[in-house]
């Protein structure tokens, strides 16, 4: 009676048997990556440091060459919210222009200021002293680095210049040259197309220096930057 149990468990494992080996026969047909396959798949990895290691005169190249173009890259961007086309620049010039003509016929008796100058040419309402445009243009105009045709460049106040001054962009001449027209740069009198050269060491137009009478260039004038209408 107690060998039947033990017959019969052996019965089952014999009949398994056939089982097993076929599901490894289809375990086996499976495609199954080989570890060193595996391995020659996987994407390199680069050492810890590489940038340390020395370079050769292709990759110093290809270096540079990239580093150039992020800041190209990055200088465009700067210039690209307030560029001008020239076919745009010029007609802002004659708008320009065309105020000024007005101001000049209705300029108003007595002492001439910089400041009702900029506002009647560019259409940039702000009142008060001159060193205090920039920081009242803030959330009311667009502000920036880049010369337009059109913009009132801000002077920063300055010893030579406590109540700073205003002037309003003529011309786009090159990247670092431009002209303006403005009020009382030459005591109570309306100069234009006067030249203004870009004189900072990053060539962001945070300082310039104004032509004088005589065509030659005067002193550095500390700029906060242009206000656009």
């Known amino acids: 009676m107690t060998a039947k149990?033990?017959?019969?468990?052996?019965?089952?494992?014999?009949?398994?048997?056939?089982i097993t080996g076929a599901l490894a026969a289809e375990v086996a047909a499976t495609d199954v990556v080989a570890p060193a396959q595996a391995v020659a798949e996987a994407p390199a990895r680069k050492p810890l440091f590489a940038f340390l290691a020395p370079k050769t005169a292709e990759e110093k190249a290809a270096l540079r060459a990239e580093r150039q173009a992020a800041r190209d890259e990055k200088k465009l961007a700067r210039?690209?919210?307030?560029?001008?086309?020239?076919?745009?620049?010029?007609?802002?010039?004659?708008?320009?222009?065309?105020?000024?003509?007005?101001?000049?016929?209705?300029?108003p008796k007595g002492r001439l200021w910089c400041v009702p100058f900029a506002r009647a040419v560019s259409g940039v309402e702000i009142r008060g002293n001159a060193r205090t445009w920039w920081e009242q243009a803030k959330g009311l105009y667009a502000r920036g680095q880049e010369p337009q045709v059109g913009a009132v460049m801000a002077f920063a106040a300055s010893r030579a210049?406590?109540?700073?001054?205003?002037?309003?962009?003529?011309?786009?001449?090159?990247?670092?040259?431009?002209?303006?027209?403005?009020?009382?740069?030459?005591?109570?009198?309306?100069?234009?197309?006067?030249l203004v050269v870009d004189v900072s060491a990053q060539g962001d137009w945070s300082a310039v220096k104004v032509a004088n009478a005589n065509g030659t260039l005067g002193r550095v004038n500390p700029i906060n930057g242009f206000i656009y209408n």
């Open 79 to 107: 210039g690209s919210n307030h560029a001008q086309s020239a076919s745009a620049g010029e007609a802002a010039r004659a708008e320009v222009k065309e105020a000024v003509a007005v101001a000049v016929a209705n300029r």
């Open 161 to 194: 210049m406590p109540k700073g001054h205003v002037a309003v962009v003529s011309k786009v001449v090159s990247e670092r040259e431009i002209l303006v027209d403005q009020a009382n740069w030459v005591k109570n009198r309306v100069t234009q197309d006067t």
């Open 5 to 18: 149990p033990l017959t019969l468990a052996l019965a089952a494992l014999m009949a398994a048997t056939p």
